[in-house]
């Protein structure tokens, strides 16, 4: 069973930068990939950014690229995601996921993965 944990959040005004981290624990499972979700008041949950942890490809949501970066420590089993020049809009909660292979959906389709964290509030001031 994998278990994520997400930290990092905070309040920020417009500009600003914050980095949220994902810790990675558990066995019997395997972690290849890792997207950053996020979930707004009253929206649908959104995709912003992918990892493959053991390759480092990436993707990103077109609302963020440019402006967020996704990585990750292997040997520190930890997921980050570096976000600036942070936009009223960019606040949400943030959750981390994770899974084991690719497998029919895609990287940003949140039905892909099975393990989820409990998310990180982020919130962004004018």
């Known amino acids: 069973q994998v278990r994520l944990v997400e930290s990092g959040g905070g309040s920020v005004q417009a500009g600003g930068s914050l980095r949220l981290s994902c810790a990675v624990s558990?066995?019997?499972?395997?972690?290849?990939?890792m997207t950053w979700f996020r979930q707004a008041p009253g929206k649908e949950r959104e995709a912003v950014a992918y990892?493959?942890?053991?390759?480092?490809?990436?993707s990103y949501a077109g609302s963020v690229k440019g402006r967020f970066t996704i990585s990750r420590d292997n040997a520190e089993n930890t997921g980050y995601l570096q976000m600036n020049s942070l936009k009223p809009e960019d606040t949400a909660m943030y959750y981390c996921?994770?899974?084991?292979?690719?497998?029919?959906?895609?990287?940003?389709?949140?039905?892909?993965?099975?393990?989820w964290g409990q998310g990180t509030q982020v919130t962004v001031s004018s």
């Open positions: 996921a994770s899974r084991a292979s690719l497998g029919t959906w895609g990287v940003f389709d949140q039905r892909g993965y099975k393990s």
């Open positions: 558990g066995s019997g499972s395997t972690t290849n990939y």
């Open positions: 990892i493959s942890l053991s390759s480092g490809a990436t």
